[in-house]
């Protein structure tokens, strides 16, 4: 079990380009979980699958991030018009089952930097 | 302690020494969870503790939770340098959906 692969694991991008963060959650996982840290403000929730069905995004800023599950082996973030804010480490987590007592697995994150 | 409005706190200790991080929280939660987050990898879930639960140990790791002062503690005992990391507690979101909320955690440094 590889565990919850994100790539690419750092991406650089100018202000104004887009950026796409992949994740690849673990095989047989029916929960996908988003977030973004950095040092000031922490770890913070962004969004959440269950069977591929978004369930919460109230974490995103919503004119800019968007995020996908368009099957059960992979899930997208995607940022536009990246701002220097944006700058932060995105982590993607999965747990077998939607239940807040089951264990979550985080993914290595994606550093991105904006320019 | 940690919590979201505090910044990231800091411990420096040497290998061998016991250490206890503190957590607390300000709305209900059923669960605590603390993380380990060591440089340059995902936060990895140490211990879950329910908030019927007061005690729970696993090896060198013993958590606390005490509801009624919404506070969580985590211990380790005899601790590596390996232990070296940032520690999380973690709550859960209420109702039907489960959103985890992060403190800021606990950054450990222990010297060898």
């Known amino acids: 079990n590889a565990g919850v692969i994100q790539t690419p694991r750092h991406k650089v991008t100018g202000k104004g380009q887009e950026a796409t963060l992949w994740c690849e959650p673990i095989?047989?996982?029916?929960?996908v979980f988003w977030y973004r840290q950095t040092i000031v403000q922490g770890l913070e929730f962004l969004t959440y699958?269950?069977?591929?069905?978004?369930?919460?995004d109230s974490g995103m800023p919503k004119e800019r991030f968007s995020a996908q599950m368009p099957n059960q082996s992979h899930s997208t973030l995607k940022i536009q018009s990246t701002q220097p804010q944006d700058s932060a480490v995105y982590l993607c987590a999965s747990r077998r089952t939607g239940g807040r007592y089951a264990e979550q697995f985080f993914g290595p994150g994606t550093r991105l930097t904006v320019l | 302690s940690q919590w979201g409005e505090e910044n990231l706190q800091a411990l420096s200790i040497q290998e061998g020494e016991d250490v206890t991080m503190n957590c607390s929280y300000k709305t209900y939660t059923t669960v605590v969870q603390w993380y380990r987050q060591k440089s340059g990898k995902g936060p990895a879930q140490l211990i879950l503790?329910?908030?019927?639960?007061r005690e729970k140990r696993s090896g060198r790791l013993r958590a606390t939770l005490d509801t009624s002062s919404q506070s969580s503690s985590l211990s380790i005992t005899g601790t590596l340098a390996t232990d070296t990391a940032v520690y999380f507690c973690?709550?859960?979101?209420?109702?039907?959906?489960?959103?985890?909320?992060f403190g800021k955690g606990t950054s450990l440094v222990v010297h060898p």
């Open positions: 973690a709550t859960a979101g209420s109702g039907g959906n489960y959103k985890p909320t």
């Open positions: 095989s047989g996982h029916s929960a």
């Open positions: 699958f269950r069977n591929q069905a978004p369930i919460d």
């Open positions: 503790i329910r908030s019927n639960e």
